[in-house]
């Protein structure tokens, strides 16, 4: 059984609990809606990692022609850009960036939070090699690329990584954050990181575009997870404060 088959069945089995909840109508609206779409995340990139593997793990058309475009827009300033969101988006990085978060938020309290901006930087990681592992799809040619890369391609771990750790940071200032100023600008700081790390793994030339819209989508799965973990821990938290 590949990693695409193992991945819709297990939006399969998401779809399905989310389906019995529905119908059942004891559930809270956050937790329902970040069920719905971790299910729909999960099958998406379960789908097209399906297709790429089918194709020969080769460029698809769409590789091929992001490709192109990346090539002929290649300028020293967005190449240093690059290269830093490179350095940025690493796993020893955003290790640091979660664990510097996590020390902040257990010393304001926030306990369950820090847990979970940990737990889900390592899950993050684990998942990253071994969907690598499982897929073992080929970098792009040597010839392409502007720094060193080694490993395979499929998913792209700056994509994945990013999603999922400034993600869940986010989600996290969202829940604790009073201000509506600072979570817009947090949430949209975030997006904008996310994104940019992602297109320059394919203007560095170590990823094909469909790497890092994997990476995005598997990434965006465990966002929503981990947003729906959030809502389910803070409801009883919510409950003790108001009979209090």
């Known amino acids: ?26 559930s809270h609206p956050r937790l329902l809606a970040g069920a719905g779409v971790a299910a729909a995340l ?3 990139p379960a789908a097209l990692s399906d297709e790429i593997v089918d194709a020969g793990r080769g460029p698809t058309t769409l590789d091929s022609a992001v490709e192109a475009v990346a090539l002929s827009h290649r300028t020293p300033v967005l190449t240093s850009v690059a290269t830093l969101l490179d350095v940025a988006g690493g796993t020893l990085a955003l290790g640091a960036l979660a664990a510097a978060a996590a020390a902040v938020l257990v010393w304001r309290g926030h306990r369950v939070e820090a847990a979970l901006v940990v737990t889900s930087a390592a899950v993050a990681g684990a998942l990253t090699y071994a969907l690598k ?19 395979f391609s499929l998913p792209s771990g700056h994509a994945l990584g990013t999603t999922v750790v400034l993600g869940v940071l986010a989600t996290v200032a969202w829940s ?10 947090l949430a949209t700081t975030a997006a904008v990181l996310v994104v940019a790390t992602g297109a320059s793994r394919v203007y560095l030339g170590v990823h094909w575009s469909t790497d890092v819209i994997d990476g995005w989508l598997v990434g965006g799965a465990c966002v929503a997870l981990a947003a729906t973990a959030l809502a389910r821990s803070r409801a009883p938290r919510r409950a003790v404060a108001a009979d209090a």
């Open 176 to 185: 604790v954050q009073r201000r509506r100023a600072a979570r817009v600008a």
């Open 133 to 151: 592992l499982s897929y073992a799809r080929p970098r792009p040619p040597v010839a392409l690329r502007l720094i060193p890369e080694g490993g």
């Open 42 to 44: 999960f099958a998406l």
């Open 1 to 26: 059984m590949s990693p695409a088959d193992l991945g819709q069945i297990a939006a399969a089995v998401l779809a399905v609990a989310w389906v019995v909840v529905l119908l059942c109508g004891r």
